[in-house]
């Protein structure tokens, strides 16, 4: 069955940098696009961007770029958002989600909180 | 970007009653080359990922059950859950999946009366 297995908790500092990463299984890696979407706490839903498994090529919500890298290694069936000059405000919890052809979201990981504060 | 917007914000519904969430979309998501609303609908537990429940905007996911059902075309959209259950209890929120950002509604949480 398809999973998508996050990495921990994160707490960084204002101004430091994280990178979340999501560990696919249980499918042909390349099968779907990675999605990343973000939840801060009793918040919606917001899409940060997307990474395509077979290009590796990128589209980011304008609110994110160039603040946030989508990457993705086909060896180890992983995918990774990177996140610079964090403020308190993205204090939340990360999520990663498959997308095919048609774009919704299938399968997500379990979530990645990552608590920025100094 | 496409603006999604729920209402209501929160609804409370009686065990076995009907619940009805709307969604509208701030421009069209009908796709004029295959006739496909872009329109998806998830449910998300407290301490959970959000789980797809329709896609297309009345296609339900697998293994959900056939008391959620959903419909409209262009702009406007709804959820309905037939008869409320216990686990039924969740935010609720739509997506347009037609253009990037993948904009989301605000959510609509639904409890038990």
């Known amino acids: 069955q398809v999973q998508l297995v996050q990495s921990g908790a994160e707490v960084k500092k204002p101004g430091a940098s994280v990178k979340v990463s999501c560990k696919a299984s249980?499918?042909?890696?390349?099968?779907?696009?990675i999605n990343w979407v973000r939840q801060a706490t009793g918040q919606g839903l917001e899409w940060m961007g997307r990474?395509?498994?077979?290009?590796?090529?990128?589209v980011y919500a304008q609110k994110f770029r160039g603040r946030v890298t989508i990457t993705r290694d086909t060896s180890t069936t992983t995918a990774s958002m990177e996140m610079s000059s964090l403020k308190s405000e993205d204090t939340a919890i990360y999520y990663c989600?498959?997308?095919?052809?048609?774009?919704?979201?299938?399968?997500w990981g379990q979530g990645t909180q990552v608590t920025v504060s100094s | 970007d496409i603006v999604m917007t729920q209402s209501p914000v929160s609804l409370a519904v009686s065990l076995g009653e009907r619940a009805t969430i709307n969604c509208k979309s701030s421009?069209?998501?009908?796709?004029?080359?295959?006739?496909?609303?872009?329109l998806a609908w998830y449910q998300q537990k407290p301490g959970h990922p959000p789980k797809l429940l329709i896609y297309?905007?009345?296609t339900r996911d697998y293994g959900v059950p056939d008391r959620f059902s959903g419909s409209g075309s262009g702009t406007d959209f709804t959820l309905s859950i037939s008869s409320l259950q216990a686990e039924d209890v969740a935010l609720y929120y739509c997506?347009?999946?037609?253009?990037?950002?993948?904009?989301f509604g605000q959510g609509t949480k639904v409890e038990i009366k």
């Open positions: 421009q069209s998501v009908l796709s004029s080359s295959n006739n496909k609303n872009y």
């Open positions: 989600a498959t997308s095919g052809a048609a774009g919704y979201s299938q399968h």
């Open positions: 297309w905007a009345s």
């Open positions: 990474v395509n498994p077979n290009s590796g090529n990128t």
């Open positions: 249980g499918y042909s890696f390349s099968s779907y696009d």
């Open positions: 997506q347009q999946y037609y253009s990037t950002p993948k904009t």
